[in-house]
């Protein structure tokens, strides 16, 4: 299809006259549907021009792009409903458009590009690939900039937690190493622990901070992140991580107050009746389709607040948690074990995350043993179920390649420090040369590749620079594009292509050309909503980009 | 398509003439498959000019309409073998004419309408809708006339055991708080216990004996209901409602004969084998296939039977049906959960029907504690998840909407009831302040639901009349019409045309243009098979119609 | 499609040239190549004039078709590389031709038919139909000769392990009543056990032997058969055998030596890693595929395991065994009832693989009460769980028909031995007239229907001589032919048509017309393979046919 010539001479128009007629009206949310009806001009110009466009210039045209994933960008009414939670009229000037949309809803949904609303489920499906659903696909277009680095808050993924359930899990691990009679013949000194459980705090706080601020500053991305059916999950580990944390402390956990435990299993419950719940009852992301090993997150939390809570002195409320992970880990382990047809996403060779498998068996058998007393029959259960799902993962380990690096692999390490836990714990019940071999052995391994990641992760960080790359998965289109639209759009907006200059300077997105339309489309909605207050334009600045 | 003229002036005969040329006869059999051959013009009639026949004059013909589900219209043998449960020729006369069918039955299976079989599981799925697959679809016709009142009896659904269940299961609760150490401050009267458990015996007879006279006289109607997907569990509701009724009997339990248990088990364990059976072996009411949540119904009986023979003294065969009932929960929750793309029937809202959810574990729980003598770690884990799929349910209360009252909402309010039992034995067992207002609360939740459900029965009963609504769900064709045999028959009748009369005035269906043959076809077999015994006909006063 | 007349008049050469052309080298490799390019005359002289040839003359032709499935009949490099498990290039003269296919695999796969690789399992559903996949369909053509009988080996079946279970299974039930004091009353004579023990002992041996020798003399075979969906799961048979026999020694198994159990756990631990990681990771061989009850011996094992382990007086591994066969069997039970659309394979009628869902239940509940020391509560559910699926299957007797009787259903006998054997235990926990009387009654049911297998057994052995018919199974092609690349192949090899007879003695398949091309062109494959080494064509009578 060859680049549609300019209608009416204006679209060479310079990008330094945009300012000049942005301004935040319904006539200029009118205006923007029709923006919509010359995407390829638009992108044309986008792929064309705007890296001629000196940098110093076009920095403040830059930062728009990003404006659809900013909560202060537009007015305060969004940012309040977002904050609520709710998502409400992204276009708050645009409620009598919208209005008449409420109405024939099915048949208008056809016609508009509502980018605010969150990617379906099936959406995330279509457009990503990967055991993570972290690649676009080829077919794909991201509705940010994939040629350049994006804003650092934007980048920074949710599963940055993993490295916190991963180094406080260690902590948890020394110190049990230390205290639990199996393992005293090692004369673990308390210093492991304390040095594991300090850092293993600034790095929490660290990331939690890091990603308070991206929920400030870009809750859109957030929302994104949480409907992503994989990333989702890792909205547990923060709570996990300060379980690890509590569990891990250097001093006696009974000590603790309870109140702490009430504070970290509240968000727990809600998630589990979020996720569950959308599991059960809804259409779009019942289990049979999203089922994926990073569920086991959404899983394991359970285990691990029993666990914990079991060792403060609770009684009951452990067995509540431990009963609701025990059921909804039934259905997952049957799940994941069937790979239903439709699970289809999960690729052929192995990856890092299928140690998530070992995970909740192992923490449920610490659980149920703390629950009982006694190192008994059922916690025994769990246990070799775990290792036998560890001895499985570990015969094909030569399945293990063709993926590449990223921070979830954090994420991935805990099931091993997990099953090195519950192997001392277990050695301290049947105590025998093979077990405690068995204990050491495992608590080495987790470490070693505890410090494998670590040094990974230091290397992506400090020599490749690439420790957080675009997030990708948060940037995908909400819908598929169609070429009929496009077509229909363009012929629409032949009469009324003045208004077209207007949204040309905020493109630069590497478009595709078989794909280009949905880019440039929902670009153009970006440029146009962001615009809506320039005199916030200048709060921009705020986004913590290092 | 336009309605074809009467083809040889007679199609304006008076519907007064029928009287006179019904004859139950081979003869007439033969003349009645002619008559699939004119659909159109006896839609056109039946929607045109029935309505204008006298009422007192078209009684008869009228009831004629429902003769295909009466038990005593055709011959002696063909109720025998109804009551053995066999299936058998629905018309005898027709031997000569079905023998045929026999050897080509792929083939011929196609060409004949074998209303009298009950329609397969694919076909309730495809022809109803609704949560509870209670609506017909728009593109379906019944084969009974909707725009008139049925028969009382053909109205009155086997979920009315629900409203047994759900008033038996108060008895049980309020003679529980009554004696349970944990709400002894309450200071519940046993009267409230003696007045619930009256009533519900009386309801219990009532609706039993109701229901008995529809499986007398409307044999076809209850075998079409045992076999819709979802009404078919609720013939699990008797035998429980029975059950409940033994266990709320105001007085001690263990003064009851076992042999009271033995009779109620032995129902509920060949329905197990039979459902149970075809969820595992057969081809076409597979669980992946008709898995919905009034598959709890099928499972919690076994529950209920081990918690009262555990009550009762027994020891073995209450675990053996708990055993059973454990297995293929199991099954039913991962099935549930996992929502199979096969199960797509679901409604995207929820429904009241999703409160069986919570059934099945919280009298596991309890029937658990009595076997195991004491509210242990097991108990408890059952109790726990019920706790967790009713907080799960009520955190989601806001998409209960969207529905039409019906019957078995009782049978949803006794989950409730259960919930609250179990809550008030594991109160006694951990009591404390929190246990109790847990105890208090959830019974005075299932109370208010239960009265309010009653209050709702009520107004529907009698203010606005339409407690029992013609029951479209056992009145589907037993396959979808095919256009191209409608014509077929038509070129085929175009000779023999003077028969076509005899049947004008049966019809009076709201046939739909668009799927009228099947309507008109079955309708017309209907009123033939009716025909067959004049003598009879004047018997059908013993219809309960109230 | 007609046939095509032979291209220049070489078509109608005699068989007996054969013999002249045959050489082991590249270039009749490279002929090979060129002889799938006309199949349609391959056939056509196959079907039609191989039968002309005398008998004696053609034995070697004849043995040569079984060649592919040899292990000494290709180079050495290639039975070693068999031997060492991995499936190498199956023709190592063909090397440098290979190597072009790797590069360009997804591509070349197309063209060239590699029979040496195993069929897929997508492959086995969609050639072979039964309940244990053991009939090809009609539109399959098998790979060896259909119309005379393979060489002993190559119909010996790794299912006639069964006969192993099934008598050792009784051998184990003889002692079992000869020792519980709650069939002491019976007063069984040692002489039972012991003349079933040393019988059970021979059968192994004998089968072990000749399995062995069909493991070292048909490798590709026993390959295929490892990777059948429903034949696989034998592999498991001849260890739990074993094991029953270790159980059923003729004196109290705890002076057994624990290095025995070691032994034969080893297997089996090996084969779980193996099958059950296919289970979960494998694309094509994942559960919701594969999914039949004859997965139930992948499970059963387990716990057969657990069972003797704890008996002998371990006490940590046993758990582990009873934990690994608890998961997977909960996975497999719940899969195998939801029966998922994509197991299409279960037909309607029952048939008796259905008996092995009542072994797994029946061993775990013995297993666990060994564990646990006494027929606990746990024990008990297993066991009543098992004897609901027994009931269940026996209520639908009537359904079990339409089959022909294979080696197989001795594996299907041990199930009720087993719960004979459980039965004989509870008894003794739970010693009345009920529980005794259903001990001797399922002990009697166990030897009669052993009894009546080994009748049926031995009719089919000595006087129908079919004991052993020709095992299709392992026989499909590799792939479904394409006419597209039938038809391409005979444009490209129309130059080179002089090598065209040399394949055409080795033909005597029974090739039906819609399927013939994948047939002859596999069969040209084999022969040509088989002719790599004519001096060892003469040591094929090492093959032990009878």
Known sequence: MPPLPPVNGEGAVPPSKTKLVHHPSLPQLLNQARHHSQPTLVVRDAGGEAPAVPRSDSTRERDRRFDHFKTFSGRLERQLSALRGQPQDPLPDAVDIERGHGA????SEEDTDEEEDVPSAD????????????????????????????????????????????????????????SEPSTTFLRVHPAANHVLWWISVALTVLVSVTYLLKV????????????????????????????????????PVDEIHHVVWYLLM???????????????????????????????????????????????????????????????????????????PTNVQLPKELHPVFFLFVAAPSVASMAWARISGEFNNGAKLAYFVSMFLYASLVV??????????????????????????????YASEV???????????LSGISAVTVTGVLATTVY???????????????AITRRRPKFSKILAHLRLSSSDDKELVFSIPSFSSNSKLGAY??????NSKMSSSSDQSPAMANGHGRSAEP
Chains 1, 2, 3 share one sequence.
Not at 460 to 474: C, K, M, T, Y
């Open 517 to 522: 339309s949905d880019d440039s489309a929902s």
């Open 266 to 340: 509240a968000p727990i419950l809600c998630l589990d009746l979020k996720i569950y719940g959308q599991w059960m009852s809804s259409g779009e992301r019942r289990l049979s389709k999203v089922a994926n090993p990073s569920n086991h997150l959404a899983v394991v939390g359970n285990f691990v607040g029993a666990l914990l809570g079991a060792r403060m002195g609770l009684r009951e409320l452990p067995i509540f948690f431990f009963a609701v992970g025990l059921a909804h880990y039934t259905v997952l382990f049957v799940t994941l074990y069937q790979r239903l």
């Open 396 to 425: 094909r380990v030569n399945l293990f390649r063709g993926f590449r690096f990223s921070l979830a692999w954090w994420a991935y390490t805990f099931p091993m420090t997990s099953v090195a836990l519950a192997t001392v714990l």
């Open 123 to 178: 959406r995330y499906f279509a457009a990503l690939e990967g055991p993570e659903l972290e690649t676009l696909r080829s077919t794909e277009v991201a509705v940010l900039p994939k040629d350049e680095l994006w804003p650092f808050l934007l980048r920074f993924p949710i599963s940055a937690f993993g490295m916190c359930l991963g180094v406080s899990s260690q902590a948890m691990l020394w110190k049990t190493l230390e």
């Open 104 to 107: 024939a809803s099915k048949i």
């Open 460 to 474: 992506h960080a400090f020599v490749r620079g690439d420790l957080f790359p675009n997030d990708v998965s948060i």
């Open 216 to 251: 400030v500053f870009y809750f859109e991305a957030v929302r994104r992140e949480f409907h992503h059916p994989v990333r989702g999950n890792f909205f547990f580990a923060p709570w996990i991580a300060c379980l690890f944390l509590v569990k891990g402390v250097p001093r």
């Open 431 to 441: 105590d025998n040369v093979g077990t405690r071999a068995m204990a050491v052995g």
